[in-house]
């Protein structure tokens, strides 16, 4: 029984711990139409409510990268559904001080009506998850080099809430590109 309680506070030890690690998101925006800019400041607050990222204006440290482009679906087209359908283009990339650049891990095209834009943008913070999921030991071997992982990088935007997305939201393709080798490359 004794043992049963030593691993129970040992394992709640390890997810207080883990909930101290935040991941930075830099996001980018390039959408010019209504609902793209809706999509876009509705993923950063949600970024920024989450428990699990910290929402950053720069590509200080190391984290991912958020490239959005959006062009509305209907301008010049259809003058009467114009603004009610954006396509959107992401990229994920991921940076960090020790990289020569950013590196590309996914991307993917969708389309956001007005009314999905909520939807939209947690199915996105879902992705974010998985995509800090495959790359955790390159996360972890970053936040060794750095030292403590709870600590606040220079010019980051503190944030703080609870973790947003749904378990079960169909997300962009969480597989890292074969176009760039991966963070764990030679």
Same mark, same amino acid.
């Given at each position: @029984? ?5 691993? %129970?506070?040992?394992?709640?030890? =390890?997810? *207080?711990?883990?909930?101290? =690690?935040? %991941? ?12 793209g800019q809706n999509f876009c400041s509705d993923f950063?607050?949600? +970024? ?24 509305? @679906? ?5 003058a009467e559904l114009a603004g009610h359908m954006s &396509? +959107? ?18 991307? $993917?095209?969708? #389309? +956001? ?6 939807? @939209?943008? #947690?199915?996105?913070?879902? *992705?974010?998850?998985?995509? +800090?999921? @495959?790359? $955790?030991?390159?996360?972890? #071997? ?13 010019? $980051? ?15 962009? $393709?969480? *597989?890292?590109? &074969? ?8």
């Amino acid at each position: @029984m004794l043992s049963a309680v030593l691993v %129970t506070v040992g394992v709640s030890r =390890v997810f *207080a711990e883990d909930a101290n =690690v935040r %991941t930075n998101v830099d996001v980018d925006c390039r959408c010019p139409d209504p609902v793209g800019q809706n999509f876009c400041s509705d993923f950063k607050q949600q +970024v920024g409510k989450s428990s699990a990222y910290r929402l950053v204006d720069n590509l200080n440290g190391y984290g991912l990268g958020v490239h959005f482009t959006c062009v509305d @679906m209907w301008k010049g087209i259809n003058a009467e559904l114009a603004g009610h359908m954006s &396509a +959107v283009s992401v990229a994920f990339t991921l940076y960090s001080d020790t990289l020569p650049g950013e590196i590309f891990e996914d991307n $993917s095209v969708f #389309r +956001v009506g007005v009314e999905a834009v909520p939807e @939209m943008s #947690r199915r996105i913070v879902t *992705a974010l998850g998985q995509l +800090v999921s @495959m790359n $955790s030991s390159f996360f972890e #071997r970053l936040r060794g080099a750095n030292g403590n992982p709870s600590e606040e990088p220079a010019g $980051s935007g503190e944030t703080s809430g609870a973790s947003t997305g749904s378990a079960g939201s169909a997300a962009p $393709s969480a *597989a890292p590109s &074969a176009a760039a080798p991966g963070p764990g490359s030679p």
